[in-house]
């Protein structure tokens, strides 16, 4: 058996997808340039004259109203918020964490416009389903660094990359829940709305999503959770906040300010996992 697999020759992965890659790169070239020029100026502007313009107490208070209207009217998750950014803000991360809040905005809103229509197919259609779930697959499966590769060659250095990595690693479960929330829908309810002589996109829009919501919602939490995972991973191919630091700290061995920006991103990463998972039950 090992010597008649001996004289299989070997397939050149490698090689096509380096020529793939080139190829796309050189074809779209005319694409991928203003994206990464346009599209970097658009989350420089998010991030530096938009969020850093907010003084930093407003946006602390913004956010801790905001909690305490999604957590129910409770004390809890506001008081943790107000102290948990504080306490970045008095480590001298508060321009880190902006970088970081854009990255995973933008990545996580860009996965949600993209993953819930293709979601919405694969629960349509038996053959999308089939031809997008090895797919989903092979983008959850596969080590995220290797998305940096790609990301730089065709986005160059900065946060266009990081954020195009973080799209492909992100955007399975958005997918993936929307399907699963539309199957769910009770068929008495799907046969009621054909009994009335409903269109398609009224039995969508009007049955389908509104019943899968909660499903989808979940989804969209982890998509989010996802896209803050990859702020370190991001950062090795340029793009700032504060998986800059912890990566810069890890190539320095320096334990107390990979520690301090690893904090932040725990402290908001449970904060934004409250609040998705919050605004979640309000709108059951």
Not at 112 to 136: C, D, E, V
Not at 196 to 206: A, M, W
Not at 257 to 284: H, S, W, Y
Request: hydrophobic share 55%; net charge neutral.
């Amino acid at each position: 058996m090992i010597k008649f697999l001996n004289f299989i020759p070997e397939i050149p992965i490698a090689d096509a997808v380096e020529s793939a890659t080139d190829t796309i790169t050189e074809v779209f070239a005319f694409l991928f340039d203003p994206i990464s020029k346009h599209f970097g100026q658009f989350m420089e502007f998010f991030a530096e004259d938009f969020l850093m313009s907010i003084p930093a107490f407003i946006l602390i208070l913004l956010i801790a109203i905001l909690a305490f209207f999604v957590s129910g009217k409770k004390f809890g998750l506001p008081i943790f918020s107000i102290i948990g950014l504080w306490l970045i803000y008095n480590q001298d991360q508060w321009e880190n964490l902006m970088y970081t809040v854009t990255l995973v905005i933008i990545a996580s809103v860009l996965s949600i416009i993209i993953g819930i229509p293709f979601g919405i197919l694969m629960s349509k259609s038996k053959i999308a389903n089939t031809i997008i779930k090895p797919i989903l697959d092979f983008m959850q499966t596969m080590p995220a660094f290797v998305y940096l590769i790609p990301a730089v060659a065709f986005f160059g250095i900065g946060m266009v990359p990081g954020v195009f990595a973080s799209l492909i690693f992100a955007i399975p479960p958005t997918v993936r829940f929307t399907n699963l929330g539309i199957r769910q829908v009770p068929k008495a309810l799907v046969e009621a709305a054909d009994a009335f002589g409903s269109t398609g996109v009224q039995k969508l829009f009007k049955v389908e999503l509104p019943m899968a919501k909660p499903t989808i919602m979940a989804g969209i939490n982890q998509t989010v959770m996802l896209a803050l995972s990859m702020v370190v991973t991001a950062s090795m191919i340029g793009a700032p906040g504060l998986g800059r630091d912890v990566l810069s700290a890890l190539q320095r061995a320096d334990v107390g300010t990979g520690f301090v920006a690893g904090i932040g991103i725990v402290i908001l990463a449970i904060i934004i996992d409250r609040l998705t998972q919050g605004a979640n039950r309000k709108k059951n």
